[in-house]
């Protein structure tokens, strides 16, 4: 091999070190707060503005995702000073390479110090369900948090008012979308919260937004060949962000924490604050 051959071949391997130290550690170690602002249908004008933060797939014990990271998401929560969060299932970890599982008690007792003025509440995922669904929805309990598994409750201030309808997950929580609304009445404004983003093509158009994680956006995201490996029936059209079908709205987080693999690429893990606004004509 001559000079520029062995050139070619040490570029290539710092370049895949280089790659590879990014996918497998900066990224994945790394922690943002995303503002997302979304014009929806059926949202009261008098609720303008509300900011949602979404802590989807924490994944506590998921490499470069312990305790300590934790409470950075916890910290960079508070400060963005959402008016409610929302908590989207898989808590725990379940068989990821390179993971130290933590109690979802120790996980629990953390997110406790979650505050926002319209309340903090959580849905399971599948990973809780794997593990012990019944013993992660006491945990969140027992430190504040209710687990809206296919229940709906109305959530208010002095200006705004909204039904917040928990759907309970697709893989193993048994979802229970018309039960769940039947509770709701027909003229309220509807925020569904739910782990698997599966479920939006049956969620009816009174819902003015429905959220959700689980695809974690893939957690490799590579330039024109897309995201090859996504959690879904419906491959990469539900993967990540804001979907609008049939005049009905879909956001989904890319999560925070990993599973399988301890990779991301191009998908850095994300405190996901939404705000929603009552959409003006041509918005939707």
């Known amino acids: ?53 979404v802590l989807a797939d ?19 929560t508070l400060r963005a000073r959402p008016d409610l969060v929302l ?9 990821v390479l390179g ?5 979802p008690e120790t996980i629990a007792a953390r997110l406790g110090r979650l505050q926002a003025k319209l309340g903090v509440y959580s849905v399971l995922g599948n990973h809780d369900w794997w593990f012990d669904g019944p013993r992660v929805r006491r945990a969140l309990e027992d430190h504040g948090i209710p687990v809206l598994d296919n229940r709906a409750e109305r959530v208010a201030d002095d200006r705004c008012a909204f039904w917040l309808a928990g759907i309970g997950d697709l893989w193993e929580g048994t979802p229970e979308i ?34 959700a994680g689980h695809t974690h956006g893939g957690q490799v995201h590579l330039p024109l ?23 009905r709205h879909l956001f989904v987080s890319s999560g925070l924490g990993t599973s399988i693999l301890p990779v991301r690429f191009r998908v850095p893990p994300e405190v996901s604050v939404v705000t929603l606004q009552s959409a003006r004509a041509g918005a939707i």
């Open 1 to 53: 091999m001559g000079l520029i051959g062995r050139s070619l071949a040490l570029s290539a391997l710092l370049s895949a070190a280089s790659l590879g130290g990014w996918a497998f550690w900066l990224e994945p170690a790394s922690l943002f707060n995303q503002d997302h602002t979304i014009d929806v249908p059926h949202w009261p004008p008098e609720c303008d503005g509300l900011r949602v933060a």
């Open 58 to 76: 924490l994944h506590v014990g998921s490499p470069h995702n312990q305790l300590d990271k934790l409470e950075r998401v916890i910290d960079l």
């Open 87 to 95: 908590i989207a299932g898989d808590l725990v970890i379940h068989g």
């Open 99 to 103: 993971g130290t599982f933590t109690p």
């Open 178 to 211: 018309e039960t769940t609304l039947a509770s709701v009445p027909e003229d309220a404004s509807v925020l569904a919260f739910t782990h698997n983003p599966d479920l939006f093509p049956a969620m009816p158009s009174r819902v003015a937004l429905t959220i």
């Open 225 to 247: 060949l897309g995201r090859p490996i996504v959690p879904s029936r419906y491959g990469e059209r539900f993967a990540i962000g804001h979907v609008v079908e049939g005049g």
